[in-house]
T-cell receptor, first 113, second 117 residues
């Protein structure tokens, strides 16, 4: 089936640095993408989403970039804080609304003070 | 808004017993619910899709007779792990959406950690 993969399983940064987490997806038919944050023992928490007709979307301290040409998605976190330490997953939706999200493998972000 | 609640958050059972996990949408009517399973240090893997009032659609490799899913109302879906074995120990997460929602965001529960002894 379709899969969404991440380039790096772990990322370690210093507090205050900017973090970039990458994701490569395989299905060109995917029309919607989300980044989720998951803390240990908890369910995924929505961070930011982007539709396939966009290439950039900004939120508070976070930016998602979508490059459909190379099927690449990235999450940029500005001024990373210790509270940002978690596992980050990108997820894609293939086809229409109401269908499930397919998750990538996850990147563990560790922020040191 | 859009809160999804799971219960129990943790459950320990003996091998061979059955365990039921509930997933409730607290402030919206969940026309579709999804069940995911997550093993340690791995990603979320979709198990099944459940539409209210219909039989669940299972992903390839997921035994429907072992993982019974019921979505009898617009606010409740249940996952029953029948005759559980240690290899069924995992983190089970439900998510939900509603008809007409124009984004693909799914609302996730907090997960239920099953440990089978």
């Amino acid at each position: 089936g379709e899969s969404v993969g991440l380039h790096l399983p772990t990322l370690s940064v210093q507090e205050g640095d900017n973090s970039i987490i990458n994701c490569a997806y395989s299905n060109s038919a995917s029309d919607y993408f989300i980044w989720y944050k998951q803390e240990s023992g908890k369910g995924p928490q929505f961070i930011i989403d982007i539709r396939s007709n966009m290439d950039k979307r900004q939120g508070q301290r976070v930016t998602v970039l979508l490059n459909k040409t190379v099927k690449h998605l990235s999450l940029q976190i500005a001024a990373t804080q210790p509270g940002d330490s978690a596992v980050y997953f990108c997820a894609e939706r293939v086809n229409q609304a109401g269908t499930a999200l397919i998750f990538g493998k996850g990147t563990t972000l560790s922020v040191s003070s | 808004g859009a809160v999804v609640s799971q219960h129990p958050s943790r459950v320990i059972c003996k091998s061979g017993t059955s365990v039921k996990i509930e997933c409730r949408s607290l402030d919206f009517q969940a026309t579709t619910m999804f069940w995911y399973r997550q093993f340690p240090k791995q990603s979320l893997m979709l198990m099944a899709t459940s539409n209210e009032g219909s039989k669940a659609t299972y992903e390839q490799g997921v035994e429907k007779d072992k993982f019974l899913i019921n979505h009898a109302s617009l606010t409740l879906s249940t996952l029953t792990v029948t005759s559980a074995h240690p290899e069924d120990s995992s983190f089970y997460i439900c998510s939900a959406t509603y008809r007409g929602r124009d984004t693909g965001e799914l609302f996730f529960g907090e997960g239920s950690r099953l440990t089978v002894l």
